[in-house]
C-alpha cells in the first residue's frame, strides 16, 4: 500500500524513488518530438506534403528509438488542430488544413511512437495544445467546427491507442473549469480506454496556488507541469478537505501504471539504426517537396559545360549539391553593409516584412522595423548601416552569365514566431527575383517556407516553382535530385495557397464556415489549390465507378477509377476523393476530402484504384439536434489530383434524415447552437444551464439561418450580465447589420454564474429568412434564446 506522501509525489513532475516498489527515480517532463535527437527528421507540415501515411509512421518509430537511446520518454505528438489560416504563427506545427488527413498522419505518427506494445510503450506521445482555446475562449466558436473540425483529429490519436496523455493548460483549469470538465470526462477519458494520462501546466506567468492545484485535480488532472514541486500545496488542499483521498488515489495509480510502463521499456535493448534512419530523413526530404508549376524546365537538362547561378538566402548549401554534378556559382542577392558601432562587414537579409538579420563572420544581428519605421534590434537598441555593396546587382550579373537560374528564397525558422500580417514575400526577396527574372528568363524559384506565399507574379513570369517546408542539408540534397531528374516529385500541398491577402478574413476568427476559410468554404479562386502538386508526367482519370448509386444511412459504397500514366516515366500520383452535397438545409462544405491513395502508376500504364465511402462519412452535425446526421441529399463523388476540380464524378443519392423545417415560433435554442458567428466564444458549461457563449468583441452577433418567423411576436434572452449598467442585445433580419426587429436589455445580474431572463416584443417578420442575434457591446453571458 502506498501512503498519502507517496501518492502524492506520483502525481509530480520530477518524482522520487520508490525503493521498496523498485522504482528509481522518474522525470515526466514532456518534451517536443524530436528535442535532443540526432536525425533531422521534417517538421509536421513537410511531412503533411508527402501526403504518405506509412512514411509518416516509420518516422514516429524511429523518433521513437532515438528518443530512448537519449532519454526523456514522455513526448509530445506534433499535432495541435488542423490549420486555419496561413498567416498564424507555428502554421508547420501542424500536417494540414484538412482533418482527415490530419488524422491519418497524426495517429500514424503518434502509433509509431508508442510502438506495437501497449504494455510496453517504446515512448508516452501526449498530445499537449488540446485545450479547446481555439474554439471556445478565442472568437469564432462554432458548434460544427469544433466537431467537425477540431476534434476529429484528437478523437482519432486516442481512439486508435496512439495517444497515452494530454497536456491542458493552468488557464483552462482555473478560467474555465466546466469546460476543462467537458475535455476531460468526454474527449480524454472517454475517447481512450480511460487510463490516459492527465497533466496541467503552469504558464509562466501565473502563480500557483494550493487552491488552483485542487481544483485541477478534482477536474480530472493526474500530474503537474512547468511548476515545480508542489507536494505542499497538495497536501495542505488535502487537510482543508478541498480534495479527498480516493481523488488523489486515482491521480496517482494512473501516473504509477504509467510509470511501471516506462521502466518495463527503460530497461531493453536501444538499438538506432543511423544509416537507416539518415536514409528515412532523405526520403522524407524528397516526398515533401512539391511542385507547384513546371512549363517543362524541369528536370534539368545537364549537358558539358552547363553553368547554373544559385541566387537567394536559401542557396549555398543547395549550390554545393548542385555543384557537385554541373558548375555551380552562389551568390546571396543580400546587401552588404556597415553598422554603426559595430566592426566589419554583415550581410543584411530580410526574412519577413520589416524583419531582417544582419551577419558577419562572427556575429549575428536581429533586427525589427517598428510601426514608426525605425529599425532597432529586438531588445529596442537603434540601429544605422550604410550598404558596401548592392545584392541584387551581383546577383543580376551571375544570372546574365548562366544558363539556368536556381532562385533560393523564403524564410527563416527562428524568425517566424508571431502571426504574419501578409502573405506577400517580403520586398527585398521579391524584388530580387523580378530583377533576376529580367536578366535570364530560364529561373527555378525554389521556396522555403512553413506556409504559403501569395506568388501571382512569380507563377505568372517564372517557368517552374518548387516548395518544401523541410530545411537543412537534406532538402539541399533532395531538391537537386528533383532538379536534376533522379526523382520525381510526389508532394502534394497539405493546405491552400491563396492569390492574396484579401481572399483572406481581414482577421483570425475561427468560425471558419462563416469566414469561408480553408478549401472546405473558400469561394475565391486559390493560386494553388490544397492537394496540388506536379510531376515529370500526366494523369488522366477515367472508368469512375459506385458499386451502388443509392443507399441508406447505414450503408456503404465502394468507388473504383482507372488512373493512367501519359507520359514515358514512371510516377507516383495521389489519388483523392472529395464528395460535395448537392442539397441541404444547412450551409454545407464546397468539398470534402474522404480518403487518398499514393499509388506508382507505371508509364504508359495504369493503376485501378478502390475506396470504401460510407453514408456515415457523409454526416455532419446538426446544431438543430446537437448531434450527428446524414441528411436525405444527393453527393457528388468525384476524385483527382488535387481539390480544384473532378477529373471523373458521379452522383450519389443518400437516404438518411430529413431535417424539419426551422420554426421560430415557440422555439428555444441553446446559445451555442447557431449557424455562424462573428466574435463569439464559448465561455463556460453550466451543468444547470449547458454551453455559455458570449460576444468577446463589440459587435459579436449569431446567426439563426433559413427559420421561418411566421406567429413570432416576442422574444427573450437568457443570459448575466456582471456589469452595473443594463446591456441590449438585438435581433437583426437578413444581415447583422439588417433590419431591427427587435431589442431587449439584460439587467445587471451581480454574478457572471446567475441567469436573468430579458423579454421584449418582435416586429412582424413573416418571411423564411436568416435572423441575426447582435451584441452591441461584449459582455454578456448567454445560454438560451426563445422565440414566443
Not at 501519359?566 to 476523393?577: A, K, N, P, S
Not at 406567429?711 to 437568457?718: A, E, H, N, Q
Not at 457572471?752 to 418582435?762: I, K, N, Q
Amino acid at each position: 500500500m502506498l501512503s498519502l506522501a507517496e501518492k502524492i509525489q506520483l502525481t509530480q513532475q520530477a518524482q522520487p524513488a520508490l525503493p521498496r516498489l523498485g522504482l528509481p527515480a522518474a522525470d515526466l517532463t514532456v518534451r517536443g518530438a524530436t528535442e535532443g535527437i540526432e536525425s533531422d527528421f521534417p517538421p509536421p507540415l513537410a511531412l503533411g506534403s508527402s501526403w504518405d501515411p506509412e512514411l509518416v509512421a516509420r518516422i514516429g518509430a524511429a523518433i521513437a528509438d532515438e528518443v530512448r537511446a537519449t532519454g526523456g520518454l514522455v513526448r509530445e505528438v506534433p499535432v495541435a488542430y488542423p490549420s486555419y489560416d496561413p498567416r498564424q504563427a507555428d502554421n508547420d506545427g501542424g500536417f494540414a488544413e484538412d482533418p482527415l488527413l490530419c488524422s491519418k498522419l497524426a495517429t500514424v505518427y503518434a502509433l509509431g511512437m508508442r510502438g506495437p506494445e501497449r504494455a510496453h510503450p517504446k515512448t508516452v506521445p501526449v498530445l499537449r495544445h488540446v485545450d479547446m482555446g481555439r474554439c471556445s475562449v478565442a472568437p469564432g466558436f462554432n458548434l460544427r467546427v469544433f466537431n467537425e473540425y477540431e476534434l476529429p483529429v484528437c478523437r482519432a490519436v486516442f481512439e486508435t491507442g496512439g495517444g497515452a496523455g494530454v497536456v491542458l493548460s493552468q488557464l483552462l483549469m482555473e478560467d474555465y473549469p466546466a469546460l476543462a470538465a467537458q475535455l476531460v470526462r468526454f474527449v480524454v477519458r472517454g475517447w481512450s480506454d480511460g487510463e490516459a494520462a492527465i497533466w496541467s501546466e503552469k504558464l509562466p506567468d501565473r502563480p500557483l496556488t494550493s487552491g488552483g492545484q485542487a481544483l485541477a485535480l478534482r477536474l480530472g488532472a493526474d500530474a503537474f507541469l512547468g511548476g515545480g514541486d508542489t507536494v505542499e500545496e497538495i497536501t495542505e488542499a488535502y487537510h482543508r478537505g478541498e480534495i479527498t483521498e480516493p481523488l488523489i488515489t486515482a491521480a496517482a495509480r494512473r501516473m504509477l501504471m504509467l510509470r511501471l510502463q516506462l521502466l518495463a521499456s527503460s530497461t531493453g535493448p536501444v538499438i538506432v539504426d543511423r544509416p537507416g534512419h539518415r536514409e528515412l530523413v532523405q526520403r522524407a526530404a524528397r516526398e515533401s517537396i512539391v511542385l507547384l508549376r513546371n512549363d517543362g524546365l524541369l528536370p534539368l537538362l545537364v549537358g558539358p559545360g552547363m553553368r547554373l547561378a544559385v541566387i537567394g538566402p536559401h542557396g549555398e548549401g543547395l549550390a554545393a549539391e548542385l555543384g557537385r554534378r554541373v558548375t555551380a556559382q552562389h551568390v546571396s542577392g543580400s546587401d552588404r553593409v556597415t553598422v554603426a558601432g559595430l566592426d566589419g562587414e554583415f550581410e543584411l537579409t530580410e526574412w519577413r516584412h520589416g524583419r531582417y538579420t544582419l551577419e558577419s563572420e562572427t556575429m549575428v544581428v536581429d533586427a525589427i522595423t517598428g510601426p514608426d519605421g525605425e529599425v532597432t534590434t529586438v531588445d529596442g537598441q537603434p540601429l544605422e548601416w550604410q550598404r558596401v555593396t548592392h545584392g541584387i546587382a551581383d546577383a543580376v550579373a551571375l544570372a546574365r552569365e548562366a544558363d539556368v537560374v536556381v532562385l533560393a528564397v523564403g524564410g527563416h525558422p527562428e524568425l517566424d514566431e508571431g502571426d504574419r500580417s501578409t502573405l506577400e514575400l517580403p520586398p527585398q526577396q521579391h524584388q530580387l527575383i523580378r530583377a533576376v527574372r529580367a536578366a535570364n528568363p530560364n529561373v527555378v524559384l525554389v521556396v522555403r517556407s512553413g506556409y504559403p506565399y501569395a506568388l501571382r507574379w512569380e507563377d505568372t513570369y517564372l517557368p517552374a516553382i518548387l516548395w518544401s517546408a523541410h530545411p537543412g542539408q537534406a532538402c539541399d540534397r533532395a531538391t537537386a535530385e528533383i532538379l536534376f531528374g533522379d526523382h520525381a516529385p510526389s508532394g502534394r500541398l497539405p493546405q491552400t495557397w491563396p492569390r492574396g491577402d484579401e481572399d483572406l478574413p481581414p482577421t483570425l476568427d475561427y468560425d471558419l464556415i462563416q469566414a469561408g476559410g480553408t478549401y472546405l468554404y473558400q469561394e475565391a479562386e486559390p493560386l494553388y489549390p490544397f492537394g496540388h502538386g506536379l510531376t515529370y508526367t500526366t494523369f488522366e482519370y477515367d472508368n469512375l465507378d459506385l458499386s451502388a448509386r443509392v443507399i441508406d444511412a447505414k450503408g456503404s459504397v465502394t468507388v473504383t477509377v482507372r488512373v493512367r500514366n501519359t507520359g514515358f516515366r514512371d510516377c507516383h500520383e495521389i489519388v483523392q476523393l472529395y464528395t460535395r452535397q448537392l442539397n441541404s438545409q444547412v450551409r454545407q462544405p464546397r468539398k470534402v476530402l474522404r480518403d487518398f491513395r499514393k499509388v506508382l502508376v507505371p508509364a504508359r500504364g495504369s493503376q485501378t484504384v478502390t475506396f470504401r465511402l460510407r453514408a456515415a462519412d457523409l454526416c455532419f452535425w446538426d446544431v438543430n439536434g446537437d448531434k450527428w446526421t446524414v441528411e436525405t441529399a444527393l453527393h457528388e463523388v468525384f476524385v483527382g489530383g488535387s481539390s480544384a476540380k473532378p477529373a471523373a464524378s458521379a452522383v450519389l443519392d443518400v437516404h438518411g434524415k430529413t431535417l424539419a423545417p426551422r420554426a421560430l415560433a415557440r422555439t428555444s435554442v441553446k446559445a451555442h447552437c447557431y449557424d455562424e458567428s462573428m466574435g463569439l466564444a464559448l465561455v463556460d458549461m453550466s451543468t444547470e444551464t449547458g454551453p455559455v457563449v458570449s460576444a468577446v468583441k463589440d459587435g459579436g452577433w449569431l446567426g439563426l439561418l433559413g427559420y421561418d418567423p411566421t406567429g413570432c411576436r416576442s422574444w427573450s434572452v437568457t443570459a448575466s450580465n456582471d456589469g452595473d449598467e443594463p446591456v441590449s442585445v438585438e435581433l437583426r433580419a437578413g444581415a447583422p447589420d439588417g433590419r431591427l426587429l427587435g431589442t431587449v436589455l439584460v439587467p445587471p445580474t451581480t454574478d457572471r454564474r446567475r441567469y436573468a431572463v430579458a423579454t421584449g416584443s418582435l416586429m412582424p417578420a413573416d418571411e423564411v429568412g436568416d435572423f441575426f442575434v447582435v451584441f452591441p457591446e461584449k459582455g454578456p453571458w448567454i445560454t438560451r434564446i426563445a422565440f414566443a
